[in-house]
């Protein structure tokens, strides 16, 4: 099975530290300490910024924006908006949605354009899915996902929380409702936070490679360890590519969380790991935990 070690996650920019400063200021100005869900919408009166309910309002200033050519398919750049930072106004317009716990990122994300002095060089930011995406490579993109995870968990006050909880899917959607947040949001963070050994592994649909079954392979995007377990592991020796008949998509087959024990070799030798897989609807995300051979009788799972 083709293997690989290049999948590490870097998904902070290299300003991690002055926006998590202008975060917490961000949170202590608008009294939304320790309040869960942040209450995003105090972050955007106590900042000075309004927030536009109606396109029409800052349509203009929008289309001024974009180069001539953009402008005859706005029509389809409007459909795929999830929010817009004007900040020559200092307005944000975000789309209604059905549901209101879908805005508290994009709010977050256009409030963190408006905070972040040195994103002033462009006067408006429009987002969609990809720039709002974990995967954007863009910095400013980037430094505003990681300002409205930073006000969303509440700074390192999140940590304590996840701490609170063995490693599970289960105790991740707990606190993925408890703070309002994706519950893709929260698993990264989840891994980031805690002080186990812990890892994730992230895993696509290749559009162009499908198994005997007729299902679509998954590659391999990234792995998301714990500072606890890069430290004594380094980088494991995950399976770059799966398919039908793997364990861990048996989650994708059967929909559920499925949970299991696998050895998984790393820089210098392998070790056992348990594991649940979850399957989101279109991405795999297998969570794993080292248990010490003195451990391995009580299930974490």
């Known amino acids: 099975m083709a293997r690989s070690h290049n999948h590490l996650i870097n998904c902070k920019p290299r300003s991690e530290q002055d926006i998590a400063q202008l975060a917490e200021l961000a949170l202590k100005e608008a009294n939304a300490i320790d309040k869960l869900p942040t209450p995003i919408d105090d972050l955007i009166k106590v900042s000075k910024v309004e ?3 109606n396109f029409d309002q800052i ?3 929008f289309f001024a924006s974009l180069k001539k050519d953009v402008q005859e398919t706005s029509k389809f750049i409007i459909q795929k908006i999830r929010g817009i930072a004007d900040l020559r106004e200092r307005a944000i317009y975000i789309p209604k949605t059905d549901n209101p716990l879908r805005n508290i990122f994009p709010k977050a994300h256009e409030l963190g354009h408006q905070i972040i002095p040195w994103h002033n060089i462009d006067p408006t930011y429009t987002d969609n899915d990809g720039t709002l995406s974990p995967r954007i490579e863009i910095e400013f993109e980037k430094e505003a996902n990681f300002f409205a995870s930073e006000v969303i968990f509440q700074g390192k ?15 991740i959607f707990k606190l993925s409702d408890l703070y309002g947040a994706s519950k893709f949001s929260t698993i990264w963070r989840y891994v980031e936070e805690q002080d186990e050994l812990i890892l994730i592994a992230i895993y696509y649909p290749n559009e162009n490679t499908f198994d005997d079954s007729g299902k679509n392979v998954l590659d391999l995007w990234k792995i998301i360890p714990s500072k606890k377990c890069l430290n004594k592991f380094g980088q494991i020796d ?9 364990p861990w998509v048996v989650a994708r087959d059967l929909s ?7 050895a ?25 935990k080292h248990i010490p051979m003195l451990g391995l009788r009580n299930r974490v799972f």
């Open 51 to 53: 927030e536009v309910f």
């Open 59 to 61: 349509k203009a200033g």
């Open 157 to 171: 006050r999140f940590g304590n929380n996840a701490r609170d909880y063995a490693a599970s899917f289960e105790a």
């Open 238 to 246: 995950m399976p770059q590519r799966i398919r039908t008949g793997n």
């Open 256 to 262: 559920h969380i499925c949970d299991g024990k696998d």
């Open 264 to 288: 998984l070799k790393y820089n210098s030798g392998s070790s056992t790991f348990y594991w649940q897989a979850w399957w989101n609807g279109y991405t795999l995300f297998v969570l794993l």
